[in-house]
Nanobody, 113 residues
């Protein structure tokens, strides 16, 4: 079955860009009609969907984050990535990559100077 694993820095300074990568195994990110999402959960709050990249490379973002979010992919490595710019402490959260019912374990990113 599909497995996902997030990786990236656990600490980012305010105003910088948060960058995370999701490595996928057990399935190809280019399989037709598959879509790959980024979701986050701030401490003590609910889940927030951030955006998705589809099998053909098309992307869709949450309207509230669209101006700061970019999702890309590296098909040669079967990975997709998240970039969130101009971060503030409010962007501190556990970040997950997901595909249908398969989720990564999540990675905590703290925004602090």
């Amino acid at each position: 079955q599909v497995q996902l694993q997030e990786s990236g820095p656990g600490l980012v300074k305010p105003s910088q860009t948060l960058s995370l990568t999701c490595t996928v195994s057990g399935g190809s990110i280019t399989t037709s009609y598959y879509a790959w999402s980024w979701i986050r959960q701030p401490p003590g709050k609910g889940l927030e969907w951030m955006g998705v990249i589809a099998y053909d490379g098309s992307t869709y973002y949450s309207p509230s984050l669209k101006s700061r979010t970019s999702i890309s992919r590296d098909t040669s490595k079967n990975q997709f990535s998240l970039q969130l710019s101009s971060v503030t402490p409010e962007d501190t959260a556990v970040y997950y990559c997901a595909h249908l019912g398969a989720w990564g374990q999540g990675t905590l990113v703290t925004v602090s100077s």
